[in-house]
């Protein structure tokens, strides 16, 4: 993180420099305008639907019904972005953008439900809850076309064009799963993860205005929305391995066949919408030439 930010330092100094040296130099006047853009800002996040899985049996000595839901929440990155446009006298032009999204924090809980009725103990009712943790990761090229008003402190713009999304998420926590055991009812803490790749091609819409403090140096300010399909994920349980044993007796178990267990348990619980669209409102400078 501090890499980045003395890289951002450093290229905006840099910029400074040349915006300025290139308003003392006397050229002849250009069909058209580089202009140059660093911003820093925040988006305001993608969002994510929960996942549910409900089931109902018994034996002949109990019932149960079980239900679980694994709820994720997501922070707001902050995004540090880039550009470079080339627009003609007109204000009409053509843009690169670069949009660099800091890591997404999964977080939340993932809550389990075992209750019913059993012949020898009577009613029971357990309830387990468990962290999620994950990243979200997200990085956006776009190219655009831009118009721009052309005054001599106030410029305003509009900008919209296609954008490639590359991106990934990452998360992991743990469900619940019942099972007999020596004719009691118990559950096993099984660890369930999602690694999904989220790139694709997709739009984005922004508009904003600069403030010129000389002929080549500006303040800018500006808001995007970039649009991405929604993908529908599954998460993906684990049984191999010794599991820790929850409910009536304690200690840890092992699953023969596990891919049976976790075919079972992955259709059980219902698959989860992400939504990687996303607003981004930001600030920087623009360098002219």
């Given at each position: 993180m501090k890499r980045v930010f003395k890289l951002v330092g450093i290229v905006?100094?840099?910029?400074?420099?040349?915006?300025?040296?290139?308003?003392?130099?006397?050229r002849p006047t250009k069909p058209f305008k580089i202009e140059l853009g660093i911003?820093?800002?925040?988006?305001l996040g993608y969002n994510i639907t929960d996942s549910t899985y409900v089931d109902s049996w018994g034996t002949s000595w109990y019932d149960?019904?079980?239900s679980g839901t694994i709820s994720p929440e997501l922070s707001n990155p902050l995004s540090l972005g880039g550009n470079i446009s080339l627009i003609t006298n007109m204000g009409i032009g053509v843009q690169f953008a670069l949009d660099y999204n800091f890591n997404s924090d999964v977080t939340g809980t993932s809550s389990y439900s075992g209750a019913g009725y059993d012949w020898w103990i009577g009613s029971f009712d357990y309830n387990s809850e468990w962290d999620i943790t994950g990243t979200v990761?997200?990085?956006?090229?776009?190219?655009?076309?831009?118009?721009?008003?052309?005054?001599?402190?106030?410029?305003?713009?509009f900008a919209a064009g296609g954008s490639y999304f590359s991106g990934n998420l990452e998360a992991s926590t743990n469900?619940?799963?019942g099972f007999d055991y020596w004719s009691y009812f118990n559950y096993a803490k099984i660890a369930a993860d999602i690694n999904e790749d989220m790139s694709g091609?997709?739009?984005?819409v922004g508009a904003g205005f600069d403030i010129h403090f000389s002929p080549n140096i500006a303040f800018t300010l500006e808001g995007r929305y970039f649009i991405l399909k929604k993908y529908e994920?599954?998460?993906?349980?684990?049984?191999?391995?010794?599991h820790e044993m929850l409910g009536y007796f304690s200690g840890t178990v092992s699953f023969s066949s596990p891919s049976a267990y976790e075919d079972y348990l992955d259709e059980l619980i219902e698959s989860f919408e992400f939504n990687p669209s996303f607003p981004k409102i930001a600030a920087g400078f623009k360098f002219s030439f």
């Open positions: 905006t100094l840099i910029l400074c420099f040349s915006g300025l040296l290139s308003a003392q130099i006397q911003n820093f800002g925040s988006t149960v019904d079980e990761k997200m990085m956006v090229l776009s190219l655009d076309f831009i118009y721009k008003y052309y005054s001599d402190m106030f410029c305003p713009w469900v619940g799963f091609i997709g739009f984005n994920f599954n998460w993906m349980t684990d049984f191999s391995g010794q």
